[in-house]
């Protein structure tokens, strides 16, 4: 069974940082895209948020336009351990974080939450001002 376990979410103030880790069992695939959506609070009926996602077999990655320069993905092989290192941080930040993984790579396609197969059950991060 595929388990994504993510941790490091909390409380901090605007500017400040975080790091997120989702921690993923043995997966299917050999080539997947592992990353991160958010879910603001209020918004439950709304489309998760893709934040930044990572590819297993080439390592290109994809950034919301809303976290470029501020947040950087990465990865642990050995640990099969993804990342996500949130700097300057803003109050529009807070959210609910899921990790998630589809099979394969889609360009057009990456940050769309209908594309991936497995979640995590999130971890929270709230931004205070």
């Known amino acids: 069974e595929v388990q994504l376990v993510e941790s490091g979410g909390g409380l901090v103030q605007a500017g400040g940082s975080l790091r997120l880790s989702c921690a993923a069992s043995?997966?299917?695939?050999?080539?997947?895209?592992i990353g991160w959506f958010r879910q603001a609070p209020g918004n439950p009926g709304k489309e998760r948020a893709g934040?930044?996602?990572?590819?297993?077999?080439?390592?290109?990655?994809y950034y919301a336009d809303s976290v470029k320069g501020r947040f950087t993905i990465s990865r642990d092989n050995a640990k099969n351990t993804v990342y996500l290192q949130m700097h300057s941080l803003k109050p529009e930040d807070t959210a609910v974080y899921y990790c998630a993984v589809q099979e394969g790579w889609s360009n057009d396609d990456v940050d769309k939450s209908f594309m991936y197969e497995y979640w995590g059950q999130g971890t929270q991060v709230t931004v205070s001002s």
């Open positions: 043995e997966l299917p695939f050999e080539d997947y895209t």
């Open positions: 934040v930044s996602f990572m590819s297993s077999s080439d390592g290109r990655t």
